[in-house]
């Protein structure tokens, strides 16, 4: 099965900081990727799905790149109400359908 | 508006059994595949499953093959899950989530979640 890690597990930036999320996947999945925010107690929500396509309604603060192995989310300029966990996930192939282990974005 | 709503969740012994709903409104049920996803407490997500559109295919985590089930009632606009045998380790909150494009076969994105419902496995 293909893995997928994130890292780093967790950061602390400022407001206004650019915040990059990295994950890794262990074969080639070409852009089969999406990029997931799960607030505190809230649902996970889909913020960019093909690796870079930002999904309706979410903030242009956010990005997405990558293809094959390696992506990145990029939050543009850290607010307050982006603090959340991120999760990757590849789709290229089921089952499984498998997520990175999340990244913890908290304010400093 | 595009809504799932878990239910059947609650508190059973190890090795019992359990089955969860997810209801789906707001969308043409039937030509979209539904996913399972779950979350211990204080962990990640974890895929679990994953049932066809028309429920000709279904797809498991290992960690559940063999002891839980994927079912859809198109008519009842309604996704199952049925689980048995189990376990500590299957205590979590169960997500059904909806793939984007109709008609996949489990090679999409999530853009629709539920609320999820918690199922805890004690004794």
């Known amino acids: 099965d293909i893995q997928m890690t994130q890292s780093p597990s967790s950061l602390s930036a400022s407001v206004g900081d650019r915040v990059t999320i990295t994950c890794r996947a262990s074969?080639?999945?070409?852009?089969?990727l999406a990029w997931y925010q799960q607030k505190p107690g809230k649902v996970p929500k889909l913020l960019i799905y093909?690796?870079?396509t930002l999904q309706s309604g979410v903030s242009s603060r956010f990005s997405g790149s990558g293809s094959a192995t390696d992506f990145t989310l990029t939050i543009s300029s850290l607010q307050p109400e982006d603090v959340a966990t991120y999760y990757c996930?590849?789709?290229?192939?089921?089952?499984?359908?498998?997520f990175g282990g999340g990244t913890k974005v908290e304010i400093k | 508006q595009v809504q799932l709503v878990e239910s059947g969740g609650g508190v059973v012994q190890p090795g019992g059994s359990l089955k969860l709903s997810c209801a789906a409104s707001?969308?043409?049920?039937?030509?979209?595949?539904i996913h399972w996803v779950r979350q211990a407490p204080g962990k990640g997500l974890e895929w679990v499953a994953f049932?066809?559109?028309?429920?000709?295919?279904?797809?498991?985590a290992d960690s559940v093959k063999g002891r839980f089930t994927i079912s859809r009632d198109n008519s009842k606009n309604t996704l199952y899950l049925q689980m048995n045998s189990l376990r500590a380790e299957d205590t979590a909150v169960y997500y059904c989530?909806?793939?984007?494009?109709?008609f996949g076969s489990g090679t999409d994105a999530f853009d629709i979640w539920g609320q999820g419902t918690m199922v805890t496995v004690s004794s």
């Open positions: 093909a690796a870079s």
């Open positions: 989530a909806k793939e984007m494009y109709y």
């Open positions: 074969q080639g999945i070409r852009n089969y």
């Open positions: 996930q590849k789709y290229n192939s089921a089952p499984p359908l498998t």
């Open positions: 707001g969308f043409t049920f039937d030509s979209y595949g």
């Open positions: 049932i066809r559109y028309d429920g000709s295919n279904k797809y498991y």
